[in-house]
């Protein structure tokens, strides 16, 4: 049984930075895709940044490039989400998702995998 369980979530000034996690088991991480999706409330859920763990390609959106960095610890199974410059549009729940594919769509719905998600927020 696949689980993915994050962490790192808080609350933060504007300027300031965290690092989510994400914890995989039961999962065959090296081969796949995985990825963060975010959530504010009234919004829908959209792609922040994801990997295919296999290659170490990335991608981002364009509001969170060049401060958001998504990497990867195959040893621990674990996804790391870096995020410096947080503004308060950063404000949302975050989530971990994975797909067992190597393509790295990035809308929610190609994803089976899903995190219960992390607060962050941004004041």
């Known amino acids: 049984q696949v689980q993915l369980v994050e962490s790192g979530g808080g609350s933060v000034q504007a300027g300031g930075s965290l690092r989510l996690s994400c914890a995989a088991s039961?999962?065959?991480?090296?081969?796949?895709?995985m990825a963060w999706f975010r959530q504010a409330p009234g919004k829908e859920r959209e792609g922040v940044a994801r990997?295919?763990?296999?290659?170490?390609?990335?991608y981002y959106a364009d509001s969170v490039k060049g401060r958001f960095t998504i990497s990867q610890d195959n040893a621990k199974n674990t996804l790391y989400l870096q995020m410096n410059g947080l503004k308060p549009e950063d404000t949302a729940v975050y989530y971990c998702a994975a797909r067992t594919d190597t393509l790295c769509y990035n809308s929610a719905a190609y994803y089976r995998y899903w995190g219960q998600g992390t607060q962050v927020t941004v004041s």
């Open positions: 990997i295919a763990t296999g290659s170490g390609n990335t």
């Open positions: 039961g999962y065959t991480y090296n081969r796949n895709c």
